[in-house]
């Protein structure tokens, strides 16, 4: 009997445990060991699970024999995690009164972080929204009274009106691009495009924004167009993307140049593919950002990038379009050094 026992309880894929009448652990799987340590059968279940709603369901189910669901918060050491906790009374084992109760848990650790990101999303891009129309209802305010009859102020209040107004425009359209992107990271891409071609239009309609700057803008590629798989639209907007954050923080450098490499086979993707390095020579960015560059408004320089008109969702499009062509960015950026943005994208 003990035996089928520890066979049925080896057979659930989750940590699961039976707890009889003599409030004792007397079976677990060695998924529940891993959970719970080692040396927990023949334990008392409330010196192993101490947290009170899980000694309640248990208690609750041993008394009544009906089920209990209830919820199991831990910390794996590397991050905080959540179990629900499922209570049956099972039947006609275990030594004393025949019967004990099967308790399993079930890992919802990602679900509940997804809906965590969920809602700090919502909360960002509320609060994103609401600073420029915060400043839109000041301003039209101010227009309907104090500035009524002075077209000086008016003219001024009207442009910057305008800024924040396209403020919201871009946030919006960021947004958008963000979803088409994230919607469609499973289907790959089919085109045969010519990279090199790509990285010259991107150029050229970037041109006007460099001269702005006084930035001068270069390409190094190979002879010969360089041809990928992937979606023209998404990658043009990549290297758009990249390049208008070189020229908007890197552009002190006086230049930004882009190098598209090839080769037959690249250690990054284990496949033969095409490198595109955006390198400027601005005053980089610190090493502590790096990991966090490409969450949704992350912002190394949060005062400089809204002062630019920065969404912060810049890089976070340009991570998921690399994603779907199975790609790799990579970032590499010394302060006073400038930053090198890498996009590898297998043929
Ligand atoms: P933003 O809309 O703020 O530009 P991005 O997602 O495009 O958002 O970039 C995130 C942040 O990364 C920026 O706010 C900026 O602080 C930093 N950053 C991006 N590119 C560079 C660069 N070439 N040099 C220095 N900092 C950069």
Redesign the pocket.
């Known amino acids: 009997m003990d035996d089928l026992i520890s066979d049925f309880l080896a057979a659930i894929p989750l940590p699961a445990l039976l707890v009889d009448q003599s409030e004792r652990i007397i079976a677990a799987n060695s998924e529940a060991l891993t959970l719970l340590g080692q040396q927990i059968r023949g334990r008392h279940f409330a010196t192993i699970l101490r947290q009170p709603l899980v000694l309640d369901a248990i208690e609750a189910s041993l008394r009544d024999k009906r089920p209990h669901v209830t919820r199991h918060l831990s910390n794996d050491g590397a991050q905080d995690t959540t179990y629900d906790v499922n209570c049956r009374y099972v039947h006609g084992i275990g030594a004393v009164q025949g019967g004990a109760v099967l308790v399993s848990f079930q890992d919802i650790t990602h679900l509940e972080q997804a809906g965590q990101m969920r809602r700090d999303f919502v909360a960002n891009v509320s609060h994103e929204l609401r600073t420029p129309l915060t400043a839109l209802m000041g301003f039209i305010e101010t227009l309907r009274g104090a500035a009524r009859d002075d077209p000086a102020a008016r003219a001024r209040f009207l442009g910057i009106m305008e800024g924040e107004a396209s403020r919201m425009n871009r946030l919006v359209g960021?947004l958008l691009s963000l979803n088409r992107v994230e919607s469609e990271e499973r289907v790959r891409p089919k085109e045969q495009i010519n990279l090199t071609q790509t990285l010259e239009d991107t150029l050229h309609s970037l041109r006007p924004l460099a001269e702005e700057a006084g930035v001068e803008l270069g390409l190094t590629a190979p002879e010969g167009d360089v041809e990928i798989t992937g979606d023209p639209d998404q990658l043009r907007q990549v290297f758009t993307?990249?390049v208008?954050?070189?020229i908007?923080?890197?552009g002190s450098g006086g230049r930004v140049d882009l190098v598209l490499t090839s080769s037959e086979r690249d250690p990054a993707v284990r496949s033969a593919a095409a490198r595109v390095q955006?390198i400027?020579k601005?005053?980089?960015?610190d090493p502590v950002?790096l990991p966090r560059?490409?969450e949704r408004f992350?912002?190394?320089?949060?005062h400089?990038?809204?002062q630019?008109?920065?969404?912060?969702?810049?890089?976070?499009?340009?991570k998921h379009i690399v994603n779907r062509h199975r790609g790799r960015l990579r970032v590499e950026?010394e302060v006073g050094q400038?930053?090198v943005?890498t996009v590898i994208l297998p043929k």
Do not use: M, Q, W
């Open positions: 960021d993307n990249l208008e954050n070189a908007k923080y890197g955006v400027d601005g005053p980089g960015i950002h560059l490409t992350y912002r190394a320089d949060n400089r990038s809204r630019l008109g920065g969404t912060g969702l810049g890089l976070a499009i340009v950026s400038g930053a943005f």
